[in-house]
């Protein structure tokens, strides 16, 4: 082998762990970036509950309208059943 033909595998080895390097340091830093994974965390959970509390045409689903109307008159009815 020539000396050109190995620093020309040398430099492409160089720049193969650089990639490497560079790929496992930003792994690590998304997997210690916790306020970032709490902020997606977040959205995730936000969808689902849209997604759920939702209909297709985005208007809120009647049974979760209805229980909530059944828990406030609950909890005024205690409230007020309390204070006698």
């Known amino acids: 082998m020539s ?3 190995k620093t020309a595998e040398l430099e492409a080895d160089i720049e ?10 930003d792994q690590l830093s998304q ?3 916790v ?3 709490a ?7 936000q969808d689902r509950l849209q997604d759920r509390a939702t209909t297709e045409t985005g208007k809120p689903r009647y049974e979760l309208v209805a229980g ?3 828990l406030v008159a609950l909890v ?3 409230v007020w059943w309390r204070r006698r």
């Open 35 to 37: 306020k970032a994974q």
């Open 3 to 5: 000396d050109d033909t």
């Open 76 to 78: 005024t009815g205690l």
């Open 68 to 70: 909530a109307v059944v």
């Open 39 to 45: 902020r997606a965390r977040v959205s995730q959970l």
């Open 16 to 25: 193969r762990q650089r990639s490497h390097l560079a790929l496992t340091v």
């Open 31 to 33: 997997k210690l970036d």
